[in-house]
């Protein structure tokens, strides 16, 4: 492990929080559009899927790929990185990023990979450090 790469208990953190910021995002959304389209009036458990899915990928594409990080990151003082520069990642690698997380059961390869790295770090050839 680098001095700068981020723990196994930070990224978890990370995880928690960025999830909790989903969910709230999720029920503001789901309430507002109950106000305005009737499909949304009556609990839908497909709704509540596409709404989830439409912004757990748009949370962590449009933070990652403007700021380099999610609110989760901010709170904990890190950054998604490229992996070799440890500079700002490019948009193509936000976006592999993004979508590898949506493999199923992507986070449990930080279990079993070399440097405790999740699918989405791998495949996007991306890293977490803390932010200097």
Known sequence: MRKYDVKIIIRFCNFLLDMFAISFLTIITILILKGFLQ??????LRNNRIITFILYFLYYFIFESSLSTTLGKLITKTKVVDQIS???PSLLKIILRTLCRFIPFEGIAIF??????PLHDIISRTTVIYNC
């Open 39 to 44: 499909s949304f009036q009556d609990y839908s």
């Open 86 to 88: 440890l500079s700002k």
């Open 112 to 117: 079993f990979s070399e440097k405790n790295r």
